[in-house]
Antibody, heavy 121, light 106 residues
Framework: QVQLVQSGAEVKKPGSSMKVSCKAS????????INWVRQAPGQGLEWMGG????????NYAQKFQGRVTITADKSTSTAYMELSSLRSEDTAVYYC??????????????WGQGTLVTVSS | SYELTQPPSVSVSPGQTASITCSGD??????ACWYQQKPGQSPVLVIY???KRPSGIPERFSGSNSGNTATLTISGTQAMDEADYYCQAWDRSTYVFGTGTKVTVL
């Protein structure tokens, strides 16, 4: 049974950075994509980017280019998402999700429990 | 950038059929997925590759995709199906989610 366990809630100051972790268990970590999706309060789902650990190259949504960095540590089966220059609009629940069949046939088949990040002065 | 548009809300009576649409330019040329999200919970995949159901998803969930519209159909809707539903597709190396539809079972 695949499980994705994320790090805990955080409160950040505007202008600072955040880094959320996502530890995978129960599956082959390196072969599947791990992607990050966020959801602002009362809003919809927004894809941020993802990485396939076996390849190591990340792909980002244009909106977050230059501000987000997604990495993966194969030795610990853990993916990370770092977002910089935080502003209040970045307050959201951040989810990691495993992508089965990356690309056009890709689907997010397992999700983490979500990490609430609040950006406030 | 590519956009997927869904109706904000759909209401359905228990036992009846709910249809949720997802519109995007030439969406029928892509694969559509659907996710169910209940309050305070992570999304759950209910349909992938237009019409396939993951293991454990009830048969009352079905999907289709043609032209500019993908549709999620819930037959014999139950109270437990009340949730937000999101479509998703892949366009030019980007995953795109729909705007979301709140399904209310009256």
């Amino acid at each position: 049974q695949v499980q994705l366990v994320q790090s805990g809630a955080e409160v950040k100051k505007p202008g600072s950075s955040m880094k959320v972790s996502c530890k995978a268990s129960g599956g082959t970590f390196s072969s599947y994509g791990i992607n990050w999706v966020r959801q602002a309060p009362g809003q919809g789902l927004e894809w941020m980017g993802g990485i396939i650990p076996i390849f190591g190259t990340a792909n980002y949504a244009q909106k977050f280019q230059g501000r987000v960095t997604i990495t993966a540590d194969k030795s610990t089966s853990t993916a990370y998402m770092e977002l910089s220059s935080l502003r209040s609009e970045d307050t959201a629940v951040y989810y990691c999700a495993r992508v089965n069949d990356y690309g056009a046939t890709g689907r997010f088949d397992y999700w983490g429990q979500g990490t609430l990040v609040t950006v406030s002065s | 950038s590519y956009e997927l548009t869904q109706p904000p809300s759909v209401s359905v009576s228990p036992g009846q059929t709910a249809s949720i649409t997802c519109s995007g330019d030439k969406l029928g040329d892509k694969y559509a997925c659907w996710y169910q999200q209940k309050p305070g919970q992570s999304p759950v995949l209910v349909i992938y590759q237009d019409s396939k159901r993951p293991s454990g998803i009830p048969e009352r969930f079905s999907g289709s995709n043609s032209g500019n519209t993908a549709t999620l159909t819930i037959s014999g809707t139950q109270a437990m199906d009340e949730a937000d539903y999101y479509c998703q597709a892949w366009d030019r190396s980007t995953y795109v989610f729909g705007t979301g539809t709140k399904v209310t079972v009256l």
